[in-house]
């Protein structure tokens, strides 16, 4: 049984930054990537950040420059490091890990920017 934990949000003041973390447990094979998305309040889900087997890294163009999605391989994590943050980065977040033959999605970790 795959699991995607993730953990790090809370409430930050605008300009402030929060590390969230995607612990993957379970036995997995052919990755071809991982991403954050986030969901605000009547918005659909979007594309925050991902990362690919080969290393690659795509960001939305709203983030570009003040998030940063990396993965530690040997801890089955990957990281969002989000900085300079915004009131309208406010969502739940979530953790998805793509393969050919499966997309898991975490439980959502909440973040809100505000003063």
């Known amino acids: 049984q795959v699991q995607l934990v993730e953990s790090g949000g809370g409430l930050v003041q605008p300009g402030g930054s929060l590390r969230l973390s995607c612990a993957v447990s379970?036995?997995?094979?052919?990755?071809?990537?991982m991403g954050w998305y986030r969901q605000a309040p009547g918005m659909e889900r979007e594309l925050v950040a991902a990362?690919?087997?080969?290393?690659?890294?795509n960001y939305a163009d709203s983030v570009k420059g003040r998030f940063t999605i990396s993965g530690d391989n040997a801890k089955s994590t990957v990281y969002l490091q989000m900085n300079s943050l915004k009131r309208e980065d406010t969502a739940v977040y979530y953790c998805?890990?793509?393969?050919?033959?499966?997309?898991?999605w975490g439980q959502g970790t909440q973040v809100t920017v505000s003063s």
């Open positions: 998805r890990l793509r393969g050919d033959l499966y997309d898991y």
């Open positions: 379970g036995r997995i094979f052919s990755i071809n990537g």
């Open positions: 990362i690919f087997s080969s290393g690659s890294t």
